[in-house]
C-alpha cells in the first residue's frame, strides 16, 4: 500500500524535529527517522493502529510513537497520514478532512 502524507502531518513533523534540533541535532534526526519507520510499517500492517477513540470510525486510525500519535485514513489502495500530535491532545472531528 502508498503512504501519502498530509501537508499538516510533514509541517508537524518538521516544526518537532526543528524544535528538538535546537538543542540536539543528532537526536532531532533519530527521532524523525524512528516516526517514519514506525509509518512504514502501515504499508504492510494497515490495520495495525488503533480506532481513534475520539472518532469512533473503523478506517480512522492512529499508532503512538513515544509521546505522539500518528493519525492516519485506510483506504482501499493507500494510508493517508492525516495529523501528527502529542498523544495529550484530543483530536476533533474537523480536524480529520479525508
Known amino acids: 500500500m502508498n503512504i501519502i502524507w498530509s501537508?499538516?502531518?510533514?509541517?508537524?513533523?518538521?516544526d518537532i524535529a526543528s524544535y528538538i534540533a535546537l538543542d540536539k541535532p543528532s537526536v532531532a534526526v533519530q527521532w524523525a527517522e524512528i516516526i517514519f519507520n514506525s509509518v512504514e510499517r502501515l504499508s504492510d500492517f494497515p490495520d495495525s493502529g488503533r480506532i481513534v477513540p475520539e472518532i469512533?470510525?473503523?478506517?480512522?486510525?492512529?499508532?503512538?510513537?513515544?509521546?505522539?500519535?500518528?493519525?492516519?485514513?485506510?483506504?482501499?489502495?493507500?494510508?493517508?497520514?492525516?495529523?501528527?500530535?502529542?498523544?495529550?491532545?484530543?483530536?476533533?472531528?474537523?480536524?480529520?478532512?479525508?
Open 7 to 14: 501537508p499538516l502531518a510533514v509541517e508537524q513533523v518538521r
Open 56 to 98: 469512533k470510525r473503523n478506517e480512522i486510525r492512529e499508532i503512538v510513537q513515544g509521546n505522539y500519535r500518528v493519525i492516519y485514513k485506510v483506504k482501499p489502495k493507500e494510508i493517508l497520514i492525516l495529523v501528527f500530535k502529542n498523544y495529550r491532545q484530543k483530536l476533533k472531528q474537523d480536524e480529520i478532512k479525508a
